[in-house]
């Protein structure tokens, strides 16, 4: 599959690798190319430079929003939450329009420090934002409630048996996210109903994040449902 | 130990209940108690009236907010979320102060409908407005994440093998929670941090009203934490 990751960042990068691992042909989108292969420090979080990481993926592309969500049949918006709508509007609807949308974004704002607030929540969500600003696309939230490096590699935590969930209106595009799902490994896939049960998952968020600063000791967890 | 569980509603009763099975010395505080007491119709949930469920529990005493909190050396919350500020002015002040209050409750806002949204949520919540306006109380926020059936059952889910908070800026207070909720059975108790943590347990919430209403089929589960 032709498969267009819009954002370079760290979750960008992972599926990204993942997915051109499981043989799906990738290009990531980003704001300017030339810009992001010129950085030549790690980002913010102690990460590579994008060009150093490109290094060791040379069948992913890299190009504009525009060019690689153009080149996709499938898309993901791995871009920073607060900034995905913008980014979309540069990649264009034209190039969204039909397709399925994995939005794995997080409307996190740490302008304010730690903790984050979320630009959205509550009455709404960026699913919900973004299912408005393109209603022709087919936007389906889901692995946003993780980090990047358990979204593929379920194994890494409790054996795999750990949950994962699916948002959206439009039932051939949350099976086709569910495939894409379960090649990565994921069993426990939950589909919560409509794009505004995105609001559920986005705002998990905020105890995610003190999860990981406090008792889980670290990013490397999941949560599981278990019932009566 | 005498405990005063503010709130008449499945929450209170469930917990009162288990409290007292336990040997401690129960009073549910509630607004008016002679109106508590007459009513005859199940409530919207389908519950027993009150009276019935006090029949079957003639050890537990029911009194005012006020004269509830006066007689208990530990307190709960158990009032609907948006009704708590309230009801806790009406417990007064001088009936708080220096006492454990377990906030179990949850800002929902059934006011437009299902979903509900919270009525304080992101950069504030629920139980930070009660310490603020109950300074000299030592909040904990716990067992919010769950239905009360499943907060003193444990077992009732997966073996007891599942999680809950505790929020909260006193460690002494947070112990003396820890050990309640040890004697309910609960083994996997995760300290999330202050107070403001508890923006993480209450904005819980709207995922786990997505899971009841769907894929859990029903109020009988909950979450456990894996990690790698």
Redesign the interface.
Known sequence: LKIGVLGSGTVGRTLAGKLSSLGHDLTIGTRDVDALMARTEPDGMGNPPFSVWKGSHPAIAVETFEVAAASGELLINATSGTGSLEALEQAGAANLNGKVLIDVSNPLDFSNGF?P??SV???DSLAEQIQRAFPEAKVVKSLNTMTAAVMVDTG???GG??DV?LSGDDEGAKNQVRKLLASFGWKNI????GI??A???E??L??????M??????A?????????
């Open positions: 903790p607030s979320l929540c509550n009455t890494s935590v409790a048996d750990h969930f939950h589909d919560l109903g505004e049960t609001r559920g998952v705002m998990w905020p105890l995610w994040l003190f999860l600063g406090g008792p889980m000791g670290g490397m967890f999941n949560l599981k449902m278990v019932k009566a």
